[in-house]
């Protein structure tokens, strides 16, 4: 079956860097499209990043675009997301999505304060 597993998070002072990776297994990774999202306490899960199979496209959330990149290796069935600039307000629980199988990873905390 389709499992995500999600590692990388932590605590951070701002202005710091955090890079998250969600091993993938059960499915062709190659040949689809991931997801990062996060829920911050008492907000609703929000998109933050999406890239296309091959790595070709990727699209961000306003609030961290020019500071996250997301990325993925095919050779190694795992996407990432590279947290730079963090700011308090990016403490959230970040988890991995498979748009094709509707399938989420557990999450990882990031959480970003002094």
């Known amino acids: 079956q389709v499992r995500l597993v999600e590692s990388g998070g932590g605590l951070v002072q701002p202005g710091g860097s955090l890079k998250l990776s969600c091993a993938a297994s059960?499915?062709?990774?190659?040949?689809?499209?991931m997801s990062w999202y996060r829920q911050a306490p008492g907000k609703e899960r929000e998109l933050v990043a999406h890239?296309?199979?091959?790595?070709?496209?990727?699209n961000y959330a306003d609030s961290v675009k020019g500071r996250f990149i997301i990325s993925r290796d095919n050779t190694k069935n795992t996407v990432y997301l590279q947290l730079n600039s963090l700011k308090p307000e990016d403490t959230a629980v970040y988890y991995c999505?498979?748009?094709?199988?509707?399938?989420w990873g557990q999450g990882t905390q990031v959480t970003v304060s002094s």
């Open positions: 999505y498979a748009p094709r199988w509707l399938s």
């Open positions: 059960g499915f062709t990774f190659s040949t689809y499209s």
């Open positions: 890239i296309t199979n091959s790595g070709g496209s990727r």
